[in-house]
């Protein structure tokens, strides 16, 4: 196509650029979504206002959009230290699903165990089958060359298939008719934080992985091989950085903290396994990835971001009837206009023709 | 001879049973032949869709959410204008549009392909579900239906015994479907632009050298996936359920994206593909209607499994298309 400019590469952008690139794209967002509102027949201004006040004006809501953050925090920092490396890990939902597994097991079976004990093994056990879930398009990355992005994406649905095999046949719940698997044990419960609230023990854990992968990220000799591995990994093999073992442990860290959302999701929400587990935490997670450009600080105010979003919608719908997907629409229209975005700060154009 | 008599209906009996067993039978595989085929139908066009993007170039991930905006805005135009077809014309529309958004991603942007694809598939997934709450009344959970397409009744063709039920007796769309492989088959290896599309998903640079525009063909191949997807998508809502439900795919986009690969990118092997996964879930389907308890969750988990298989031997013959998601910039 002969166009009357050209598109062509700028210099490295400011960090002022690459900070306002995303609140520019949140914002230019909730722009295009205003049109979807209007079309509900309510005034967007009083639609958000209502979304916004309803995630952070009341205790209730304030509480909710943090019990909202823990799953979409752990979700987003597993992606994002993926991609830092560029493993395309589609799959953080299925580790998740993966991680509740495993944690079930434990939390089902060791009645009577204190939480002292229960709770730091459905954690590990979490961790592990979440990451043995990564590990697999992992190795299948790295020893045979076979693409991540399919095999994330087909691992979600294999486990989730599973999931619903286990919670329908040899786990399922002998009292009720849904499949959902029996309540774990009333020890395997997480502690609630706030009194009065569903603020529970996952959402430190969860920000404590987003300070750990801060000290990977921006700390750790470790977290420039893996920049270097995402950047090149032809020429990090050449300056000896191992990549198979680089791209398999990246692997396994992410594999591990979206199978934490699911051990929180489990052992501080629902106490039974679920095939509703996850309302799409982990798709959410690699738009909170790149919203937050892939840096835990970045990654975790997209987080809370997302979650205002979602719970913010629920109120929004309630009040004016938007229906509550257009936190959804948000979500997706956010990526898209990020992608823009970052198109901006990585190229310029100039015209060619007067 | 009372005994010998008695001797003798016992054995005319048994006969009677094992006919009507077998009778039976037969009932049952036909009706999951021809179940395999109504099954089959929306992996058809979104395979097809999806083997012209990825030819061109582009992994397009934005499939389950193209599909679930066609089943929604079928079923929606279907249901206010109260005809099928223009109700399959406006899916079409849509999925269009949202390949418009894929292909300004993707090929104008140069943004990563699947971080793109999900994107337009949350958009997607989240539009159809918000425009089909504004767009019925649900009544106590339930939304109104739709009349599907009524089944074609071919002269001669459709009473051929076990052949006319499998093969002559659908509606329409599934004969479209299966048009649609021929003619794109036709195009991939018959025609011009089927060698412009993949020289494009191979070499773009050698493509761009020689004078044909990268750009505006990966837009056409990404236009024509969504349109196709989400025809596929209609299908799910007017033709098979009768009305549209959130996130009604079910992962069908995404078996779309297993088994472009499972048909190496071949419209013809493509076909098979889809029949053979159409054929599984016509088959739990069926064994669940008729009350046997199977883990059918292993079923539906079967065209994943393969197709993780498929790509380690298809890895090792590396027959995807070369410049598969990887953007393509002149002056890079």
Known sequence: MDLPFKVEKRPPAPLWLRVTAPIISVVAALAVCSAFILYAGVNPLYGYYHLFAGALGSTLGLSETFVRFCPLLFCGVAVALAFTAKFWNIGAEGQLYAGGLAATFFGVSFIGAPSALIIPLMFVSGFLGGALWAAIPALLKTKLKVDDVVTTLMGNWIIWYFTSYLLTGPWKNPVTVWPESPAIAPTAEFPILVPGTRIHLGIPVALFCAFIYFLIYARSSWGYELKAIGANPKASNLMGINVTRGLVTVAILSGGIAGLAGVSELGGIHHHMKTDLSFGFGYTGIVIAMLGGLHPIGVTAAAFLMSVISTGSQVMYRVTGVPYPIS???E??????????VFFTEYRIRRTRD | MPFARGV???VQDQEDERLSELVITLAFVVSVLA????????LIFGTVGEAFAERSGVLNLGIEGMMLMGASVGYLVSYHVGDNWAGVAAAALAGASMGLLMAFLTVTLGAQQHVAGIGTTIVGSGLSFYIFRLGVPLVSGIPPTVTPFPELNIPLLTDIPVLGPVLFHHQALVYVALTTVLISAFIFYRTRFGLIIRA??????AADTAGIDVFRVRYICLILAGALTAIGGSWLSIAQSRFFLPGMTYGRGWICIALV???????LRILGGAL???????????????GVEIPYQLFLMLPYVVTILALITVSRRAKAPAALLKPYRREE
Do not use: K
Not at chain 2, 200 to 205: A, F, K, S, T, Y
């Open chain 2, 276 to 290: 053979l996964f159409g054929g599984i879930d016509a088959l739990q389907l069926s064994l669940q209607a008729v």
């Open chain 1, 328 to 330: 959804q629409v948000i």
């Open chain 2, 8 to 10: 003798l209906h016992r």
């Open chain 2, 261 to 267: 690969v499972f048909g190496y990118w071949s419209p």
């Open chain 2, 200 to 205: 494009v998903g191979e070499n773009p640079r």
């Open chain 2, 35 to 42: 179940m395999t085929f109504r099954m089959a139908v929306p």
């Open chain 1, 332 to 341: 997706g229209m956010t990526l898209v206009c990020l992608l823009l975005g």
